[in-house]
C-alpha cells in the first residue's frame, strides 16, 4: 500500500507533462526555483512525510518555522495545481505535484531524472514545532546520520542526498561563523581552505548583510553534477554540515566514491541521487484513504 509508477495513468494522463512545462517556465524566467523546489520536497518529506504539510498558509504552520523561512517556488506548486484542476479536478495530491516539481528542478539544471513513483495523499496537519527534527547547518556528522536513519535512510543517502548542494545558494547568516571568529577562537574554521577564505570572506564581510546569497558549489552553481564533492575533499564546503561529510571517515568514504577515487568502489552520483531520492520520496507516505487530495495546495479542504 504504497506509492506507484503510473498511478494517474487512467485518471490523469497528462499530469508528468503539466507539472514539467509548469516548472520549466518558473525557471526559464527565474534560475533559482531549481534549488528552491529541490529543498522544499526534502523539507516535506522529513517532517510528516511527504504530504505537501509544507505548502499549508497559517499562523503557525510548517512555512512559518525558521528552517523553512528561505524556502522559495510556492507559486510554482500552485500554478501547476491550477492547471491539474481543469484538466483532471479533484485527483492529483499536492505532495505528488511537489515530488514530480523537485524531479524535474534536477533535469532542468542537468541531472539524471528518475521515475517518480506517485499516489501519495495530501496530509491534514501542519505545525511549526515539526520542523525541529529537520537537519541543521550545524549539525554535526553523527546528528545529520541520526535524523536521517530516523527517517529509514542510511549514511549512504545523506552523503548522496547532500549532493543536492551541488546547485542553489546559502545566505550568509547561516555560516559566516565559519569565518571570523569560530567556536570564540577569534579566527576561521581551521578546515576551511586558507585560499579560499578571501572569498568567502569578501561575499560575507563581518557584520554585514546576513541575506546575502552565496553559491553552494562554486563555479558550477547551476549544474547537477558532482563538482559539490570536490569542493568538500578541496575543504570548500560553505556549509558547516558540508564540511562535516569530509571531516568525518565514514562520510568521507562516501565523497570520495563519488568521487572514483582509485581503490574504492566507484558511485555515479546522478545515478544514486535519483535512487535516493525515491527512497526519500516514500517516507511515511499516507495513500489509499489517508489524508485528502487539496482543492488548492495552500490550504485543507
Ligand atoms: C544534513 C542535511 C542537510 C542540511 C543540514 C542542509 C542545510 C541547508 C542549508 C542551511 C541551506 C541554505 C538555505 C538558505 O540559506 O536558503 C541549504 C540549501 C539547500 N539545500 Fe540543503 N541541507 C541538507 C540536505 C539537503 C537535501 C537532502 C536536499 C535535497 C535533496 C537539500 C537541498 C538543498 C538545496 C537545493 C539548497 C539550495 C536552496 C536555494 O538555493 O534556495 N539539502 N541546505
Ligand atoms: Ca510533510
Ligand atoms: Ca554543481
Known amino acids: 500500500q504504497g506509492t506507484r509508477l503510473g498511478f494517474y495513468r487512467t485518471s490523469c494522463p497528462r499530469v508528468e507533462t503539466i507539472v514539467q512545462s509548469a516548472v520549466q517556465a518558473a525557471i526559464r524566467n527565474n534560475p533559482t526555483i531549481a534549488p528552491g523546489l529541490l529543498r522544499m520536497f526534502f523539507h516535506d518529506c ?14 503557525s504552520s510548517e512555512k512559518t518555522a525558521a528552517p523553512n523561512s528561505l524556502l522559495r517556488g510556492f507559486e510554482v506548486i500552485d500554478a501547476a495545481k491550477a492547471q491539474l484542476e481543469t484538466t483532471c479536478p479533484g485527483v492529483v495530491s499536492c505532495a505528488d505535484i511537489l515530488a514530480l516539481a523537485a524531479r524535474d528542478s534536477v533535469v532542468q539544471t542537468g541531472g539524471t531524472g528518475w521515475p517518480v513513483p506517485l499516489g501519495r495523499r495530501d496530509g491534514l496537519v501542519s505545525r511549526a514545532a515539526d520542523t525541529a527534527n529537520l537537519p541543521a547547518f550545524n549539525d554535526p556528522v553523527s546528528v545529520q546520520v541520526r535524523k536521517f536513519s530516523d527517517k529509514g535512510l542510511n549514511t549512504q543517502d545523506l552523503v548522496a542526498l547532500s549532493g543536492a548542494h551541488t546547485i542553489g545558494t546559502a545566505a550568509c547568516a547561516l555560516f559566516s561563523y565559519r569565518l571570523y571568529n569560530y567556536n570564540n577562537t577569534n579566527g576561521p574554521d581551521p578546515t576551511i581552505d586558507p585560499a579560499f577564505l578571501p572569498t568567502l570572506r569578501n561575499l560575507c564581510p563581518n557584520g554585514g548583510d546576513g541575506s546575502r546569497r552565496v553559491d553552494l558549489d562554486p563555479p558550477s552553481v547551476g549544474r547537477f553534477d558532482n563538482s559539490y564533492y570536490a569542493n568538500l575533499r578541496n575543504r ?13 571517515p565514514t562520510t568521507q568514504r562516501f565523497v570520495n566514491r563519488f568521487l572514483g577515487v582509485r581503490g ?38
Open 46 to 59: 522529513f517532517v510528516n512525510g511527504c504530504d505537501a504539510s509544507i505548502l499549508i498558509d497559517g499562523a
Open 264 to 301: 574504492l568502489l566507484g558511485l555515479t552520483f546522478n545515478v544514486e541521487f535519483g535512487r535516493s531520492m525515491i527512497k526519500m520520496g516514500n517516507i511515511e507516505v499516507k495513500t489509499g484513504t489517508q489524508g485528502q487530495i487539496r482543492r488548492v495546495c495552500n490550504a485543507i479542504n
Open 236 to 248: 570548500r564546503g560553505v556549509l558547516e554540515s558540508d564540511a562535516a561529510l569530509w571531516n568525518d
